[in-house]
């Protein structure tokens, strides 16, 4: 578990990088090595093949493309089939990495989404995290049968204010094991998080095995941020990644995500991202 003094030096030194910015403006190491700063190879690495580049609070090239960042998202409580269909055709025509639905839509997903590069999230404990581990491990074996690839579950974001990281790791660990080795990622819920508790939350998911942190379910009061995104990629590092959720409705935005750390972004708006424009709504 991260220490008081661990959550300061933390914050203290992803606050200081955040102050300094690289040519374009976004979060700068000096390391002179990012896929700005040295364009001819990162366009290299493209062209022998590669379809994703990993950046830790450096940047992207102008022309990378962003469909295979996006979990293309519909998680309204009044979403109906034909809203269903029309999301996995929209991610089946524009090659995004995942579709992300609740767990009633996964078996016609699956099906919609058979014959293509496009795998299915779905949710677990959503969106307020406060159900039981073994309730949160049977809902995504649910799931996993019914054709999910992937798993975003939300914290016991009760149990972590009150300082109980037993259960916090206990419930994220359970589900792990129970989906292994498909991809879990921890919703966190920044939002409702102070500094320390975003490095508390982010350290237990790393010690559990998980795979992603993603920042919110979209159903509080808040979502992602540049400032959150950097901090959770300074504390789990290179073994995990980053999902940003919430409030990406443009480009721009999508983009600054990715620069801070984020590989993959969560959003309903991947249409309009990938298309540079901006969206009136969110998930």
């Not at 404990?125 to 074996?141: D, T």
């Not at 940003?244 to 991947?270: K, L």
């Amino acid at each position: 578990m991260a220490d008081e003094t661990f959550v300061k030096q933390i914050v203290e030194q992803v606050i200081t990088e955040l102050d300094e910015k690289c040519i374009d403006g976004t979060p700068c190491l000096h390391c002179d090595y990012c896929v700005v700063r040295n364009e001819p190879g990162t366009q290299a690495i493209l062209d022998a093949g590669a379809d994703r580049i990993g950046s830790t609070l450096g940047a992207i090239p102008k022309n990378i493309q962003l469909a295979k960042y996006i979990d293309h998202t519909l998680l309204k409580p009044e979403a109906t089939e034909k809203d269903i269909r029309q999301l996995c055709a929209e991610a089946a025509e524009y090659h995004f990495a995942s579709v992300c639905v609740n767990p009633y839509w996964v078996p016609l997903c699956a099906d919609l989404l058979k014959d293509s590069d496009v795998k299915i999230t779905t949710v677990i404990g959503f969106p307020l995290g406060a159900n039981s581990k073994e309730v949160k491990a049977f809902e995504a074996n649910k799931a996993k049968q019914d054709g999910a690839d992937e798993f975003d579950m939300v914290i016991n974001i009760g149990a972590l204010k009150s300082g109980d990281y037993r259960t916090v790791f206990d419930d994220i660990s359970t589900l792990v094991k129970s989906v292994a080795p498909n991809t879990v990622k921890v919703i966190i819920e920044t939002a409702l998080l102070t500094d320390d508790e975003k490095v508390e939350a982010c350290a237990i998911s790393k010690e559990a095995g998980a795979h992603f942190v993603k920042t919110s379910t979209g159903f509080a009061k808040g979502g992602a941020t540049v400032e959150d995104v950097a901090l959770m990629k300074k504390v789990v590092g290179e073994t995990m990644e980053v999902k940003a959720s919430g409030g990406v409705r443009d480009y721009n935005t999508a983009v600054e995500m990715i620069n801070a750390g984020a590989t993959r972004i969560g959003a309903s708006a991947g249409i309009s991202i990938v298309q540079g424009k901006t969206a009136q709504t969110d998930y």
